[in-house]
Structure formats: structure tokens, C-alpha cells
């Protein structure tokens, strides 16, 4: 079984930077999709950024531009570099990993296309 764990959150201003972190327990597979998804109060789990094993990334559009997603694919890690942060970026966020038949993601990554999950980390972005 998978572990993902993450790491980073936190408070900030707006405008401010975080990095977040997911480290898998295990490998998962040659292919694979890793990401993260985000979910304030009151609203649906929403994808934020993804990235697969051949290193192709997809970002939601509200975040694209700002937030950076990468990986180190021999320690089995996932990092999330967030500028220019947001009060809308306020929401939990997890860390979230698949493997896949095929070397990509989906064109849009969804909860259900995910088998594992962390337990997730709070960020919180003051105006």
C-alpha cells in the first residue's frame, strides 16, 4: 500500500509564496499521474496541478502561471512552488497519485481517476 505524506502549508499575505510537498511511501509504477487537489469550505475537491511520469505538466487555469509543479521520480516526490498567492487559494490541499496504463494523465485529472491520496495540508492566504 501507497503512503503519500505531505509537507509545507501554511499561512501568508497575499502575494506570498509557498512550497508544498508529497512524498510516496512506495513506487507506484513506471507510469503514473501525481498531483494535487484543493478544497475550501462548501465547495467541490478541484484539481490544481499535475504531472506524470514522462514529466508533462497540467495546471487548472486559475493557477497557471503562478503555481509550479515538479518531481524527483527516484525519491518518489512531488513539489508544488506557489507564487503570487491569493485569497482564493485558501482550501486544503492533497496530494494525490495514480498509476496508469498509459504515460500520461487525464485531460482532466478528476478524484475518482485517483488511488491514492494524503491526508492533506492547509493553506490559508490573508488580503
Known amino acids: 500500500q501507497v503512503r503519500l505524506v505531505e509537507s509545507g502549508g501554511g499561512s501568508v499575505q497575499s502575494g506570498g509564496s509557498l512550497r508544498l510537498g508529497c512524498a510516496a511511501s512506495?513506487?507506484?509504477?513506471?507510469?503514473?499521474?501525481m498531483g494535487w487537489f484543493r478544497q475550501a469550505p462548501g465547495k467541490e475537491r478541484e484539481g490544481v496541478a499535475f504531472i506524470d511520469s514522462r514529466d508533462n505538466t497540467k495546471y487548472a487555469d486559475s493557477v497557471n502561471g503562478r503555481f509550479t509543479i515538479s518531481q524527483d521520480s527516484a525519491a518518489y516526490t512531488v513539489n508544488l512552488e506557489m507564487n503570487d498567492l491569493k485569497p482564493e487559494d485558501t482550501a486544503m490541499y492533497y496530494c494525490?497519485?495514480?498509476?496508469?496504463?498509459?504515460?500520461?494523465?487525464?485531460?482532466?485529472?478528476?478524484?475518482?481517476?485517483?488511488?491514492?491520496w494524503g491526508r492533506g495540508t492547509q493553506v490559508t492566504v490573508s488580503s
Open positions: 512506495a513506487y507506484i509504477y513506471k507510469t503514473y499521474c
Open positions: 494525490a497519485a495514480v498509476g496508469t496504463v498509459s504515460a500520461g494523465c487525464a485531460e482532466r485529472p478528476a478524484p475518482p481517476d485517483f488511488d491514492y
